[in-house]
């Protein structure tokens, strides 16, 4: 099936992005959670369709590659043109079709057949961090622009300081408050009872290789985000167990003995 997204930007690389000049995560990371995956299906039910998702800095593709395999219309961009350029990951299938190079800072248009798309979920996992403080504006602007009245956008954020071969990949390391703050400014919105409900079940945050991150929950109008679904107790007591360090070490023992 034709797609026919295009993304429409004069910035279709992140020339002094940090992690495009010394390649890092855009090198390594290919992250999905299918766990995720149910929990975002069910929160838009009430769509009566599969809920169309937008990943910035999606890295190698494998989130929006498992949403895609779901039934969604899934969108990945990428600041850096890594993964693309060495057919890395995902991209040798979706790369031009669902995976897109820009720089998520300055403005930029994702359309289909010509007309501008809007998005019921935005995602960043682990990537307002590396962007320089200056041009989170500007970002906010973007999530503005490519969000559906009644969607969210879903972050995790690190609060950690990273240096690879002398390269600063975080250039904005600030505690939650101060990203609140910024948000706020910026007519975007956090409900943190959503936290509850997806339950240590992220795409990255503490549990899956991001220690020292917390998540965010941000709308433009907190009165048309979507009702919040009762857990059970069975799958509050899945997630807990899920991806849990108890999990991966049964996991790995496993594993070694079947290899």
Not at 1 to 23: C, F, G, K, Q, R
Not at 230 to 237: C, D, G, I
């Amino acid at each position: 099936m034709t797609l026919n997204i295009e993304v429409i930007t004069d910035y279709p690389v992140a020339i002094d992005s940090p992690d495009h000049i010394t390649p890092w995560g855009t090198a390594r990371d290919n992250s999905q959670n299918l766990r995720f995956n149910h929990k975002l299906l069910r929160l838009y039910e009430s769509l009566y369709r599969f809920p169309k998702i937008l990943d910035l800095g999606c890295s190698g593709g494998g989130f929006i590659k498992s949403c895609t395999n779901q039934g969604c219309l899934a969108v990945g961009l990428e600041g850096s043109d890594y993964s693309k350029k060495h057919h890395r990951a995902e991209w040798p299938l979706l790369g031009d079709k669902s995976l897109f190079t820009t720089d998520i800072t300055r403005k930029f248009q994702v359309t289909q057949n010509k007309a501008p798309l809007l998005f019921d979920v935005i995602t960043l996992w682990e990537v307002m961090e590396h962007l320089p403080t200056e041009r989170l504006p500007a970002l906010c602007n973007n999530l503005h622009q490519h969000l559906e009245e009644h969607g969210l956008a879903i972050m995790s954020v690190s609060l950690k300081e990273e240096i690879v071969r002398g390269t600063k990949l975080h250039l904005t390391v600030q505690n939650r408050e101060k990203w609140l703050d910024l948000f706020e400014k910026n007519g975007l919105y956090n409900i943190p009872e959503y936290a509850a409900y997806f339950n240590t079940q992220y795409i990255r945050g503490p549990k899956q290789n991001a220690a020292g991150s917390f998540h965010l929950f941000l709308s433009k109008n907190p009165s048309k985000a979507p009702s919040i679904p009762k857990l059970a107790k069975r799958e509050w007591l899945i997630d807990k167990w899920s991806m849990s360090r108890a999990h991966k070490i049964l996991h790995k023992l496993i594993v070694g003995q079947i290899n």
